[in-house]
């Protein structure tokens, strides 16, 4: 059974840093599309960063370009998202997903599952 645990989250001021993992088990990181989403309160669910099974990266949400970056440990079946400067507005609880599609370029929404119990992020002075 394919499953995430999703840790790393916490109080943060603005501008600070966090790294979020997203520890899978059951099957293998590579093998996958992996993507980092988040929902803030009174929002909908949106997909800021994808990584390919063959490691190729990209950021999806406009609004955290430059400043959080997705990566991959395949020894430790860990995928991670480093987030930094972070702002108010990224106040949300982030989850990491698996497609069932190896590439992150076509894999619609809808091919994302097996989401773990999420991690709160609070960006506050």
């Known amino acids: 059974q394919l499953k995430f645990v999703e840790s790393g989250g916490g109080l943060v001021q603005p501008g600070g840093s966090l790294r979020l993992s997203c520890a899978a088990s059951g099957f293998t990181l590579d093998k996958y599309a992996i993507g980092w989403f988040r929902q803030a309160p009174g929002k909908e669910r949106e997909i800021i960063s994808c990584?390919?099974?063959?490691?190729?990266?990209?950021t999806i949400g406009t609004s955290v370009k430059d400043r959080f970056t997705i990566s991959r440990d395949s020894a430790e079946n860990t995928a991670y998202l480093q987030m930094k400067n972070l702002k108010p507005e990224d106040t949300a609880i982030y989850y990491c997903?698996?497609?069932?599609?190896?590439?992150?370029?076509?894999?619609?929404?809808?091919?994302?599952?097996?989401w773990g119990q999420g991690t709160q992020v609070t960006v506050s002075s």
């Open positions: 997903a698996a497609s069932t599609y190896y590439l992150c370029s076509g894999s619609p929404l809808s091919a994302f599952g097996s």
């Open positions: 990584i390919s099974g063959n490691g190729g990266t990209t």
